[in-house]
């Protein structure tokens, strides 16, 4: 038999109030056998309020209605930037847009991350000039979101996403020469799919689709000019690794691990831009 909240996942254990299937990331102790959420929360008289132990997500996070919620957030903030690029012009994306450090003619000035401009990590992870690059961002986050939220949990996934923008960022700002600009959603895009690989793994999905989802994705990345593939590359691990730790982390001390694992992320970032500032001053 099979989980009734996780359908793909096999479990022999039924709830002692309600006989539904309950696998061990749905079960509560009770004080004979295991309760399922649904009883859980609304009071069958295991000693807890009935809002105690609420369903959590795959990594541990609280269940949410919509599962697509933080994900409405991203496109609301990359389509208001869009918006304001296409209003304001090259100037406005002159002052958000990824660079290391260089003379910017449309600015008059010297700019750059390197000039202790560190907010173009974060702002040029969500912003775009050119309406299809725009789309195609925006229908990744949206479908391959929809399948990463809900596995998280909201918390989890905005710290997915802006890690995995980060990490992209900080690899362009590293490789890339200093002088040229990168901009757009991809390397959160790409955190998601090594996201949706690393979940797909978990619940013992068949990999085939996934892993030429994949493929696919690293192919058209190399294969197209003008493509920052630092970004892809970047989010992509990111977001792997981070998930990994998520998933993976031991019940008993889950909050310590996944804390661990995105605070190791978060430093190996800092560290690779610190480096690169230095050799460009």
Known sequence: M???????????????????PICPDCMVSASVGFQCPDCVRNGSGTGHAPDANQPRTLAGGRVAADGRFVTKILIAIN??????????????????VMIGYAYDPALGEVVGVADGEWYRLITSAFL?????????????????????????????????CLLSGLSGSALVYLVDAPNQASLGASGVVYGLIGAWAVLARRRRYDMRPVLLFVVISLV????????????????????????????????????????????????????????????LT
């Not at 099979?2 to 039924?14: A, F, L, M, N």
């Open 128 to 160: 775009h000039q050119e309406i299809a690059h725009f789309v195609f961002n925006m229908l990744g986050l949206w479908l391959i979101g929809g399948i990463v939220e809900p596995e998280l949990g909201r918390v989890r996934y905005t710290v997915l």
């Open 2 to 20: 099979h989980c009734y909240r996780h359908p793909d996942v096999e479990t022999g254990i039924r709830c002692t109030r309600c006989e539904k």
């Open 220 to 279: 058209l990345t190399f294969a197209r000019p003008g493509v920052s593939w630092e970004a892809h590359i970047g989010g992509l691990v990111a977001g792997a690794v981070i998930t990994y730790g998520l998933v993976h982390a031991p019940r008993a001390r889950r909050a310590l691990v996944q804390y661990g694992v995105c605070g190791l992320l978060l430093l190996v970032d800092l560290g690779m831009v610190l480096g690169r500032t230095a050799a």
């Open 79 to 96: 389509l208001a930037l869009f918006i304001a690029v296409q209003v304001a012009g090259e100037r406005f994306a002159s002052e958000l």
